[in-house]
């Protein structure tokens, strides 16, 4: 396949995004599309994100949790408690196409930056709030977290061995899926804009993301009152997928039940075609009833080869197959690379260091700039718009 041409420009070039947000929901979202080209200015509270505090760092007050989700953005202070820090921001956000915050329920209002505030300032900016649960009533007003909104969203009860207690999933679904819903919230936002010629308000919560992430868990219980449980590796409605360990103590995930001929192929592979006319496995609805019995033959046969064995073995045969990767490993792997998810940024005191590239390849130039120092570039945005006033007179 020939690649277009590329484009001279990164997709959001020309758009100006101030991130008032912290932690994980707002900063992952303004950090891609930054990385698309937007202009995002960080504004942080003297103290600092408090996802700078925490453990491990890169640098004395530069985490690698904070790290991870602020690159391709200026920083700067300010105290929004104060008149100097609220004039600022009102400059700053009187030429913006965008703000974004993950406040709880009531500070936005109580700083004096609620959305019909800043749209009597600037018609055309768009606001986009991420909150834990709601943005009003008494759930407005709770502290949510990754793991509690996994725990309310029903996302841990279905993850975990079957005898084991409810498990969170390893990384942070939560929060990075309500990033990714409201950078989609805030392009959305930015068409209807552009269409009808005002800005408005959008909003996610990451709940209502876990929620919808649910897809079909979440269709079979409003259609067949299903309620899922905790089935470790396995997909529950498409036995025998799961993990099986190997012969090397490594394990292998295949997939056989969605297509017939992944079945056929799977059997094959597994030097057991006899499955093919077994009455107990024939269906998926089959196998769905007899799955211990299938996983105890299949757990018998993977244990006789080692890992790349059976990869080669359902590979050849077709059959959609991985070996379960440690992220060291995945980052090896060899599309990595070619498709630039590690890509490396310059730090101010000049060292560099790896990070996770961005998934949307979209043509234009692609640039990555290290997450700001607190308070890197405040002096910088501040001489700007001292310059802009005067300019205007």
């Known amino acids: 396949m020939t690649a277009p041409p590329r484009p001279d420009a990164a997709p959001l ?38 996802t700078r505090l925490i453990p ?8 690698t949790f904070y790290y991870s989700v602020n690159r391709n953005k200026r920083g700067i202070v300010l105290d929004l408690k104060s008149d100097p820090g609220k004039a600022a921001l009102r400059d700053l956000l009187a030429d913006a196409d965008v703000v974004v915050h993950n406040f709880r329920a009531g500070v936005i209002e109580r700083l004096g930056f609620d959305f019909t505030t800043l749209h009597a300032l600037n018609p055309k900016l768009v ?14 007003e709770l502290p949510a977290t990754d793991s509690l909104v996994q725990a309310i969203s029903g996302v841990m009860s279905i ?21 990714l819903f409201a950078s989609v ?39 067949h009152d299903i309620v899922y449980s905790r089935v470790g590796t396995r997909l ?27 079945w056929s192929g799977y059997v ?25 019995e299938l996983e105890r033959i299949i757990e018998d ?58 998934p949307i390849k979209a043509g234009g130039p692609a640039s990555f700039t290290a997450p700001p120092t607190l308070g890197q570039h405040t002096d910088e945005v501040l001489a700007e718009l001292a310059a802009r006033r005067a300019a205007a007179g």
Not at 56 to 63: A, Q, R, V
Not at 164 to 171: C, D, E, F, K
Not at 241 to 255: E, I, M
Request: charged content about 20%.
């Open 13 to 50: 070039t020309g758009l100006k995004i101030i991130d008032l947000s912290h932690f994980i929901s707002g900063p992952f979202a303004t950090m891609l599309l930054g990385d698309l080209g937007a202009e995002v200015i960080k504004v942080e509270p003297p103290g600092g994100d408090p």
């Open 56 to 63: 491990p760092f890169i640098s004395e007050g530069n985490s």
């Open 127 to 140: 606001m986009c709030a991420v909150c834990g649960f709601d943005s009003v009533g008494p759930y407005g």
């Open 159 to 179: 993850t975990g061995d079957p005898d084991g207690p409810p498990a969170r999933v390893g990384y942070q679904i939560g929060d990075t899926a309500g990033a």
């Open 185 to 223: 919230a805030i392009l959305a936002g930015l068409q209807a804009r552009n269409r009808d010629g005002t800005g408005r308000y959008v909003e996610v919560s990451i709940l209502d993301a876990q929620l919808s992430l649910l897809v079909w868990q979440a269709q079979d219980y409003f259609t």
């Open 236 to 262: 529950a409605n498409m036995p025998p997928s799961r993990a099986y360990q190997c012969s090397d103590g490594r394990f292998v995930y295949a997939t056989p039940s969605a297509l017939p001929r992944w």
């Open 268 to 292: 094959n592979a597994l030097g057991r075609p006899d499955l093919l006319d077994d009455p107990r496995f024939r269906t998926i609805d089959d196998r769905r009833r007899h799955v211990v």
């Open 301 to 358: 046969a993977f244990a006789k080869h080692d890992s790349d064995h059976w990869v080669t073995a359902f590979q050849r045969m077709g059959v959609p197959v991985a070996l379960v990767q440690t992220i060291d490993e995945a980052f090896a792997f060899p599309t990595v690379a070619r498709r630039e998810m590690i890509v490396e940024v310059e730090n101010a005191d000049g060292t560099r260091q790896r990070m996770v590239g961005n």
